[in-house]
């Protein structure tokens, strides 16, 4: 059975930063894409980043680029997202997903195969 489970999430303050872990089991990243996204409250979701199956390509939205970062670790089975300069429209529940798809579309939520149950993250201005 596939479970991601992400964990990290909490509340910041403005200008603060989290580190968001997915955990996966019953599948190997190695062999997936993954991706992060993120809903807030009457939104839709959008993805946030993805990452490539080695971790040369990385994708980040033009909101959190240059804030955020996603990196992979394929022996612990781990795929993590350090954001920093948290703002306060950053505040949304954050999915980790998992995708064996090729050619690209990375962004797309429709891609992804495993979904985790997601973690909130809240910033306080």
């Known amino acids: 059975q596939v479970q991601l489970v992400e964990s990290g999430g909490g509340l910041v303050q403005a200008g603060g930063s989290l580190r968001l872990s997915c955990a996966a089991s019953g599948l190997t990243i190695s062999t997936y894409v993954m991706g992060w996204f993120r809903q807030a409250p009457g939104k839709e979701r959008e993805v946030v980043a993805f990452i490539t199956r080695s971790g040369d390509v990385t994708y980040y939205a033009d909101s959190v680029k240059g804030r955020f970062t996603t990196s992979r670790d394929n022996a612990k089975n781990t795929v993590y997202l350090q954001m920093n300069s948290l703002k306060p429209e950053d505040a949304a529940v954050y999915y980790c997903?998992?995708?064996?798809?090729?050619?690209?579309?990375?962004?797309?939520?429709?891609?992804?195969?495993?979904w985790g149950h997601g973690t909130q993250v809240s910033v306080s201005s």
């Open positions: 997903a998992a995708t064996r798809g090729y050619g690209g579309l990375w962004y797309e939520a429709s891609r992804y195969d495993y």
